[in-house]
Nanobody
Framework: EVQVLESGGGSVQTGGSLRISCATS????????MAWFRQAPRKGREGVAA???????SYSDSVKGRFTISQDNAKSTLYLQMNSLKPEDTARYYC???????????????????WGQGTQVTVSS
């Protein structure tokens, strides 16, 4: 069974940095794509960054140039490095996985089958 567990959220001031992590287990990393999503209060779930099993990345326009998605060599932990944080980045961040190759690199949450519980990121002005 695929499991994902986020950690590393917290509070930071505008302009600060934070790295959140997603521990994964129970899947073949060579066959799955991973992504980070976020959801702010009273807003829909937004795709932030995605990483294919081939190492290709994609980002939403709102975070491009500020956030970086990566994975450790063992491909058991997914990271999201967030720099130059803004108050509008405040949200609950979710890690997700899919083995559907058609979804590789997608930021559409409908493609993803496995989700963590999320970790809160709060950016104060």
């Amino acid at each position: 069974e695929v499991q994902v567990l986020e950690s590393g959220g917290g509070s930071v001031q505008t302009g600060g940095s934070l790295r959140i992590s997603c521990a994964t287990s129970g899947y073949d990393s060579s066959r799955y794509s991973m992504a980070w999503f976020r959801q702010a209060p009273r807003k829909g779930r937004e795709g932030v960054a995605a990483l294919t099993s081939d190492g290709l990345t994609s980002y939403s326009d709102s975070v491009k140039g500020r956030f970086t998605i990566s994975q450790d060599n063992a491909k058991s932990t997914l990271y999201l490095q967030m720099n130059s944080l803004k108050p509008e980045d405040t949200a609950r961040y979710y890690c997700a996985a899919t083995k559907n190759r058609l979804a590789a690199g997608s930021l559409n949450f409908n493609w993803y089958n496995y989700w963590g519980q999320g970790t809160q990121v709060t950016v104060s002005s």
